[in-house]
């Protein structure tokens, strides 16, 4: 697994991966403050604990990216795909899932606040202990999905 080795996104941000040192610029461009990882492919990163707030993940692969305990309110995550997201923990206050494809996904304890979930697929999420206040699922697709303890939808249990 790739792992990130600052806790700060900055321009000097730079990854682990295989050995080596690469600067974030080999995955994702920087529009400003914000990160543009457009159309890229994120798989097996740690991006653990970082703020990304507003990050454009549209269309990015992220299968075994590890996410949990990030900073990405108001992060694009539509048409996204990928298996065992890692997200649990994560801030996703209004948060774009519109049409992403996330499945086994592990949202467990974060923070789905006001966050565009429609017609997202997420097939076997973990969902528990996560906060769905006012987060639109419509035609989302919660097949096997754990939504135990979760608020602020009537599916919680």
Known sequence: MRTLTAALLTAALTLTACGGTADLAEYCARDGGTWNCENGDLSGLNLSGLSLQGANLYYTTLSGTD???ANLDGANFQRAFGTDVDLSGAD???ASFLNAQLFDAD???ANLTRADLRSANLTRADLSGANLTDANLTGANLSGANLTGCTG???CK
């Open 67 to 69: 996410l949990s305990g």
């Open 92 to 94: 996703l206050v209004f």
């Open 107 to 109: 949202l467990s304890g």
């Open 153 to 155: 939808d009537p599916r």
